[in-house]
T-cell receptor, first 115, second 115 residues
Framework: AQSVTQLGSHVSVSEGALVLLRCNYS??????LFWYVQYPNQGLQLLLK??????LVKGINGFEAEFKKSETSFHLTKPSAHMSDAAEYFCAVSAYSGSARQLTFGSGTQLTVLP | ETGVTQTPRHLVMGMTNKKSLKCEQH?????MYWYKQSAKKPLELMFV???????ENNSVPSRFSPECPNSSHLFLHLHTLQPEDSALYLCASSQDRPRNTGELFFGEGSRLTVL
């Protein structure tokens, strides 16, 4: 069984400041890991994914995440926040359940960007 | 049309009504999913169809009835719902075979309000 913990349900940063959203996972098999973003009244959009290649993964909109096996972490970062980054962010881990690979999501982190 | 399309985007229904949510994917995928997103709760996986066969039903009440007539279409039939069923219902698709990373492609969701 796999699980995901996102530390901090709400994070506020100033425009131009570093964004750091934390995610720790638990998985009995080597995981695939994902970050999704959800803007108000929309579905989830993939930001980036780790699928056992490079441990530092770059995604859309300037975001990146680093897979650290020793820390079971997959934190999301962006050097400089923009107002348009305000949204909810979900970390997810993927593993097989029966014949299908399924995602288990964290509870989400609401990012607020202050002017 | 591209991606995953959900209709209707908004639905208000009484507890005695019968309605359906529709999802269509234009990505050539072979697995489709229904998720429920309620305020202050993690995303809940409701149903998974892989190659048009249901492979997961996470103890969802029988007032929710899925239908997957082919790999491109997924329905969620609703009847005698309760106010606590009010939520955003998200449809997603993925490529389950030959290699599935678990990456999901989401629609924009159907916002359901039960009066």
């Amino acid at each position: 069984a796999q699980s995901v913990t996102q530390l901090g349900s709400h994070v506020s940063v100033s425009e131009g400041a570093l964004v750091l959203l934390r995610c720790n996972y638990s998985s009995s098999v080597p995981p695939y890991l994902f970050w999704y973003v959800q803007y108000p009244n929309q579905g989830l959009q993939l930001l980036l994914k780790y699928t056992s290649a490079a441990t530092l993964v770059k995604g859309i909109n300037g975001f990146e995440a680093e897979f650290k096996k020793s820390e079971t972490s997959f934190h999301l970062t962006k050097p400089s926040a923009h107002m348009s980054d305000a949204a909810e962010y979900f970390c997810a881990v993927s593993a097989y359940s029966g014949s299908a690979r399924q995602l288990t999501f964290g509870s989400g982190t609401q990012l607020t960007v202050l002017p | 049309e591209t991606g995953v399309t959900q209709t209707p985007r908004h639905l208000v229904m009484g507890m005695t009504n019968k309605k359906s949510l529709k999802c269509e994917q234009h990505l050539g995928h072979n697995a489709m999913y229904w998720y429920k997103q309620s305020a202050k709760k993690p995303l809940e996986l409701m149903f998974v169809y892989s190659l048009e066969e249901r492979v997961e039903n996470n103890s969802v009440p029988s007032r929710f009835s899925p239908e997957c007539p082919n790999s491109s279409h997924l329905f969620l039939h609703l009847h005698t719902l309760q106010p606590e069923d009010s939520a955003l219902y998200l449809c997603a698709s993925s490529q389950d075979r030959p290699r599935n990373t678990g990456e999901l492609f989401f629609g924009e969701g159907s916002r359901l309000t039960v009066l």
